[in-house]
């Protein structure tokens, strides 16, 4: 029946697995080694809290503490249905989940793996190499949870953010549901590359009444992998959405309060026809979790996915330690949750399959429990970051300057889109598209995607011919989720592509803001550098052209407000073509701004390949009595305001166009303002929080000796951009309001 979701279909138990060959004896206690690690982990944070671990006696442990206890069969039973090789994506509760992944793929390691995971000196056998890479690991999560400069991210993630891409782990999310749509580009990403691995993305009960959850779910299910528009390549999406249902939001419970379901698992049905596959599964059974995960791993493999797996579990602890649990839950519904604990449970069918005995039992508990002390208690000596290194790991400083060898050789799906150059120059709009073109030929790790780019060529036809020369795998339509768009771009970029997101008008960028700030600007420093967000967000800006309050606002102040963040809005043809060629081969996120109004100008642009380097503004008119800085289409404003400027009065204004606004180059408008005394600073932007007010306070605290005057701002009107083309002529700024600035300060 097509409307029931299976659940607990498990019938097994270890003496099964065993007959059975599904498991060996060694890989059950490695099971029962890892919940042990995980609760112990987990329990350590409760002492270290109230002071009440010897092994950390008197270190001041400041950070969150949201604890999986009661929820280590999901973890360990996923991470070990899956293979080392694969990818997970976690929670802000996601210690276990960290743990239970580090500890497999470190089994599955060779002898060089694990030399290389360990300092220098460390001897012994592969049985001790192991040993010493689980307390190594142990020791670098608590690192991390210590915010010590050997943690996995250098400490500057934490906890809720705890990440080891070595093994496959993108990153803990601490915003709720953040890490599933990462989850769904990554997938994106394995599929396109055909690697073979599969994700396993952790998310909460609460997680799946989030907006991008839904879109993510949706994205991972779309029809497009698996139909005939998939060509060679019908393969569904290889994800497995792990809900670990411990019934609880925050305080907001899932059953018959927050949600209208059941079961969270029906979400599936309503994107899929096959409902994603959706079962329940009883996530306090670490046998249970193991086989059904497999099981959907397998699948995946073959191109079945996407998959969607509800673990009904429990967490015996509150939110945080800070929560007392006692007004929203009751001692008899606890006590309940606690008779089937996964660890009493599967101990007890470890000692009855005689795999150990209750000697060996203890040892193995000590065994865990002294890693686990002399790990944290050398954790709590190890150094902090040094505080100069505040913002060190802000951005990467490196690009793509060689495309390695597997991505060179790119096929052709059919020819190049035509683009005219008529004596020597193209449109805006035709130099976007000769980036992409140039960039799609030499990296084929580079792909398009957005609504509508496609067949139609997008909104404003920038991408037009892109899907004819590149095929449906490089350049494809998305369903109308600006947060599932960026947010996958980010997951993508994590497992090796260079995607180019297309935001059809700058205003949807709002409602990608998580996937924008807090996900793409934010990986690379919360991982400590380990990893590298390589992506490009275009979005286009409609103001000047009627359309009203929600498809005409200049946003780029809000987004260069984001540090982590690329922010460029190119003038000319000549910079669209450079900056979107730099742009893509950097390995920042990049934010590229473009103009509608300027889809139509045309400009010299070289045939050849060039970049214009990322943060590196160029002066459009030289001249000496007056700096006006400025950028998108505001350039063009300054650039008739100085020409009348110099028939009317015989100024000569020097017109600087920043093209980057993060980073910026202020080494060229201070030469500028140095030389002319006097300086305006114009864009589109209102002017109320305008990015034009970051330039004019550096300009007055960085060349206050040399100005003549004070440094003034044009803007929009601090409004609303109105539909009515006469009302928007006077909210928008022109070149009489640069003039009757620069008479001001003249």
């Not at 049905?269 to 086989?291: I, T």
Request: aromatic share 8%; charged share 20%.
């Amino acid at each position: 029946n097509p409307l029931q979701i299976p659940a607990y279909q498990y019938r097994g138990d270890l003496a099964a697995e065993l007959a059975a060959g599904t498991i060996t004896r060694q890989e059950a206690v490695e099971l029962l080694e890892d919940m042990l690690a995980i609760r112990e982990f987990e329990e350590m944070i409760v002492k270290i809290r109230s002071g009440a671990y010897p092994p950390c006696a008197g270190f001041d442990y400041r950070g969150p503490t949201h604890l999986s206890i009661g929820q280590e069969a999901a973890s360990v039973g996923a991470c070990a249905g899956i293979a080392p090789a694969d990818f997970i994506t976690s929670t802000h509760r996601g210690h276990g989940d960290s743990i239970a992944k580090g500890c497999a793929a470190i089994r599955a390691m060779t002898v060089e793996q694990l030399l290389a995971r360990l300092p220098e000196g460390v001897p012994g056998d592969r049985g001790a190499l192991v040993e010493a890479a689980l307390e190594e690991h142990i020791y670098r999560m608590a690192a991390e949870l210590f915010g010590k400069e050997d943690g996995y991210c250098r400490g500057r993630g934490g906890g809720m953010h705890i990440a080891d891409f070595t093994v496959g782990h993108l990153g803990a999310n601490a915003i709720v549901g953040g890490g599933v749509p990462i989850a769904t580009g990554a997938a994106m990403a394995c599929r396109y590359l055909r690697n073979g691995r599969v994700v396993c993305c952790f998310a909460g009960d609460g997680a799946f009444a989030n907006g991008v959850v839904l879109e993510a779910l949706n994205w991972a299910a779309q029809a497009q992998f698996t139909n005939e528009l998939a060509g060679d390549l019908k393969f569904g999406l290889p994800v497995i959405f792990v809900i670990l249902n411990n019934h609880y939001g925050m305080t907001g419970c899932a059953d018959n309060e927050v949600f209208g379901v059941e079961a969270i698992a029906r979400r599936g049905a309503g994107f899929a026809d096959n409902n994603m596959h959706a079962e329940v599964v009883n996530g306090m059974d670490v046998l249970a979790v193991r086989e059904a995960v497999r099981r959907a791993a397998a699948e995946c493999r073959r191109g079945h996915g996407p998959y969607l797996l509800e673990l009904d579990t429990y967490r015996y602890y509150g939110h945080s330690l800070s929560d007392p649990r006692n007004e929203y839950r009751s001692r008899e519904e606890e006590e309940a949750w606690k008779g089937v604990d996964p660890l009493p449970a599967f101990t007890e069918q470890i000692l009855r399959a005689g795999l150990l005995n209750a000697e060996q039992l203890a040892a193995l508990r000590r065994r865990v429990e002294e890693r686990n002390a002399r790990a944290a208690a050398r954790a709590a000596r190890a150094a902090d970051p040094d505080p100069r290194d505040v913002i060190k790991y802000m951005y990467t400083t490196t690009r793509v300057e060689l495309v390695p060898e597997p991505f060179r050789p790119t096929a052709l799906a059919g020819p190049l889109p035509e683009i005219k150059r008529v004596n020597g120059q193209l449109t805006y709009r035709d130099a976007i598209k000769e980036a992409l073109v140039e960039e799609m030929l030499r990296d084929s790790r580079v792909i398009v995607y957005g609504e509508d780019v496609a067949d139609y060529g997008g909104a404003f036809k920038v991408t037009k011919g892109l899907l004819e020369a590149f095929g449906r795998q490089r350049v494809f339509n998305t369903p109308i989720s600006e947060a599932a768009i960026c947010s996958t771009a980010v997951g993508a970029a994590m497992v090796g592509l260079r995607p180019v997101a297309e935001l059809m008008y700058m205003d949807f960028a709002l409602m990608a803001g998580d996937a924008i700030c807090n996900q793409a600007a934010k990986w690379h420093y919360m991982s400590g550098a380990r990893a590298e967000i390589a992506l490009v967000i275009r979005a286009s800006v409609g103001g000047g052209k009627g359309y009203g309050g929600q498809h005409s606002q200049t946003l780029e102040s809000i987004f260069a407000h984001v540090p982590g963040l690329y922010v460029v809005y190119p003038s000319t043809p000549y910079d669209a073509k450079g900056l979107l060629k730099a742009a893509i081969r950097d390995n920042n996120p990049v934010l590229y701004v473009e103009s509608q109004l300027l889809y139509g100008f045309k400009g010299p642009v070289p045939p050849e390949d060039y970049l214009v380097p990322l943060g590196v503004a160029d002066i459009k008119r030289p001249g000496r009595n007056l700096t006006i800085v400025a950028w998108g289409p505001a350039v063009h404003d300054a650039l008739r305001a100085a020409e009348i400027l110099e028939q009317e009065t015989h100024v000569s204004a020097e017109v600087v166009d920043i093209r980057s606004l993060v980073p910026l180059d202020m080494t060229t408008i201070l030469a500028s303002v140095r030389k002319t005394g006097r300086c305006i600073v114009a864009s589109h932007c209102v002017n109320t929080g305008s990015f034009t007010a970051e330039i004019a306070a550096r300009v007055t605290a960085e060349a206050f000796d040399y100005l003549d005057a004070p440094v003034l701002r044009v803007g929009a009107k601090d409004g609303i951009a109105p539909q009515s083309h006469v009302l928007e002529a006077a909210f928008l700024p022109n070149a009489n309001d640069i003039v009757a600035a620069a008479r001001e300060v003249l």
